[in-house]
């Protein structure tokens, strides 16, 4: 049995959780995705300096996330001196017993990434499965494991497939819709994509498509960024991935966690946001 991870927001132990994007550096360049990043870029920190400034406001519970945080230098030094626990989005692009002893037993919960354009399915499920079985007789300090997969419509017919032959090796596997940049509310799927996708029954991360998001979701007002921020490279913090409201800088002592709900218009359409944040919609104004 995996690890249990923290509930996340008020009146659930008032754990809070900073999404950390330290870089947008990357060793993949999947079309898909908005982050497209081959060197760091002005402004950013050293994950040291990430470290300090993270204890400097509380410690909070962090996700790395990125770009690939696992290319940065002192990645396995950050995750063994950070005093607090860990999530990580990662597409696990080394193999995972090559991290010094003790780096993956400091996450509570760890997001593997698949995407096809740039590795095998096999060597995928092959990495994935030596991380799993660094934690052989010790399931008490493995982390909950994850595998996302972007449903592309390239290869929604081999979504069914790969999940489960991830789930049968113990990750809880599901599918992610394929979402527009921010601000961008075009459709990504065909009605046939999207229809064929729900057919096949598979599970995804998110209970709606991005571009269905765009159309519903009006306004509300929402409690992220009392327990749940973004921070970007250079330490801007936002109260989630999509809404421009900013929480200060985490290096220059201006961030501060929102003391109340505020309203928002944005649509949701990041699992992240969906799963962390909470709200109630309101009247449309006339």
Request: glycine content about 8%; aromatic content about 10%; hydrophobic content about 40%.
């Amino acid at each position: 049995m995996s690890r249990p991870v923290a509930d996340i927001g008020p009146g659930l132990g008032q754990t809070r959780l900073a999404i950390i994007l330290p870089s947008l550096l990357c060793n993949y360049d999947c079309p898909y995705c908005r982050i497209k990043a081959k060197t760091r870029q002005r402004g950013e920190h050293t994950l040291a300096a990430w470290r300090d400034a993270l204890i400097g406001i509380g410690a909070p519970l962090v996700h790395i996330a990125g770009g690939e945080p696992t290319v940065l230098k002192g990645f396995a030094e950050f995750v063994l001196g950070y005093p607090a626990p860990l999530r990580m989005t990662t597409n696990l692009w080394r193999a995972p017993d090559r991290w010094p002893p003790g780096v993956w037993a400091r996450f509570e919960y760890v997001t593997l990434s698949f995407h096809p354009d740039h590795t095998d399915f096999d060597a995928f499920a092959a990495r994935a499965a030596r991380l799993l079985a660094l934690f052989h007789r010790r399931e008490d300090q493995r982390p909950r494991l994850a595998c996302t997969i972007v449903a592309d419509p390239r290869w929604i017919d081999a979504l069914p497939d790969w999940i489960e032959r991830l789930t049968a090796l113990g990750l809880d596997a599901r599918a992610q819709y394929l979402n527009r940049p921010v601000g961008d509310a075009g459709s990504t799927y065909t009605a046939a994509d999207l229809a064929r996708l729900r057919a096949l029954g598979v599970p995804m991360s998110s209970d709606a498509a991005g571009q269905e998001a765009h159309a519903d979701n009006g306004a509300k007002m929402c409690d992220a960024g009392m327990a749940y921020c973004h921070i970007d490279p250079r330490g801007n913090a936002h109260r989630c991935s999509r809404d421009p409201l900013w929480l200060g800088n985490l290096f220059d002592g201006s961030f501060d966690w929102l003391d109340g709900p505020r309203r928002c218009e944005t649509a949701c359409t990041e699992a992240c946001d969906r799963t962390f944040a909470r709200f109630t919609p309101l009247e449309t104004d006339s």
